[in-house]
């Protein structure tokens, strides 16, 4: 069965990190570019980083450039999400995207 599973979400103080970890079963992650989304309630899912297949390139939403990292192991079959900084603002539902496949999400929450 092909599936993505998130983990390492949490509730956290603004300023503090966080590092996500999205794992894939029955399907290999370097055959297909991998990105995180995430959703507020009340607002729709955005995209908040992909990952080329090699991991030679990445691109970030505005709203978290240098802050958030995102990384690949294809030999681990797992996405990173390396969170630094954060904000209330970043508070959600973090999602693992690729192959067609979203996980079941992680919850971050930043708060004091």
């Known amino acids: 069965q092909e599936q993505l599973v998130e983990s390492g979400g949490g509730l956290v103080q603004p300023g503090g990190s966080l590092r996500l970890s999205c794992v894939a079963s029955g399907f290999t992650i370097s055959r297909s570019a991998m990105s995180w989304y995430r959703q507020a309630p009340g607002n729709e899912r955005e995209l908040v980083a992909t990952?080329?297949?090699?991991?030679?390139?990445?691109s970030y939403a505005d709203s978290v450039k240098g802050r958030f990292t995102i990384s690949r192991d294809n030999a681990k079959n797992t996405v990173y999400l390396r969170m630094n900084s954060l904000k209330p603002e970043d508070t959600a539902v973090y999602y693992c995207?690729?192959?067609?496949?979203w996980g079941q999400g992680t919850q971050v929450t930043v708060s004091s």
């Open positions: 990952i080329t297949i090699l991991g030679s390139r990445t």
């Open positions: 995207n690729g192959w067609g496949l």
